[in-house]
Structures are given as C-alpha cells and as structure tokens.
C-alpha cells in the first residue's frame, strides 16, 4: 500500500525496482495520510513503474480489498511467505487474509 500521493509520485522510478526480489506483487490504493490526492497518481503508478523497469513477472493493481483477499486466496499456497506492507489500514490485510483462508479449509 503505497503512503502518501506525493510520495508515491515523487519515488515512482524507485518503486519500479524495488521489488524485483518479489516473486508476486499486489498493490493497493494509496493511503493518503492527509494529503489531498494528485490526479493520476494511484496505486496504479506503481505498478506501471514495476512493469516498466521492474523485474516481477505477476504484478497486478488491486484497490478493492475484498478482491484482493480472493485474489491472495487463489494465490498462496502452503509455505509462501505474504507480506504486507504500508503505512495505513493494510495491517488489516494479514488477518483478513488468514481468516479468508481459515474459512476456504473449513477451520
């Protein structure tokens, strides 16, 4: 979850290599902590910077949580290692993400 618009403007060319050691890349909407947003800059510059000078072959923008929960269900397997990252309401995402798979294995 990328902080900040003007963060996320200012350190889009960054962002394209930073996650080159990922082997799958999700990124939500950015969290504006207070700022007003700036047009055109979203979650989505990030990925684009990913797919432009990044090397993860499976990066996608998914800003609507409750598709991303699906979309990480359908994803990780037993052993992957989730991160999640940012600096706003994502720390809701890890447990979200446990619950959802809790409920597919019927525990």
């Not at 979200?96 to 597919?104: D, K, L, P, T």
């Amino acid at each position: 979850q990328p902080h900040r618009y003007s963060r996320t403007q200012a350190l889009a060319a960054e962002f394209g290599r930073a996650f080159d050691s990922a082997d799958i890349l999700r990124v939500m909407d950015v969290f504006p902590a207070g700022e007003t947003p700036i047009p055109g800059v979203s979650g989505k510059t990030v990925v684009e910077a990913v797919r432009h000078t990044g090397n993860v072959l499976d990066v996608a923008y998914v800003p609507n949580r409750k598709k991303l929960i699906e979309d990480l269900c359908g994803i990780c397997r037993p052993g992957d290692l989730l991160i999640t990252q940012g600096a706003g309401d994502v720390t809701a995402m890890g447990p979200a993400f446990i619950a959802a798979m809790r409920e597919r294995e019927g525990r």
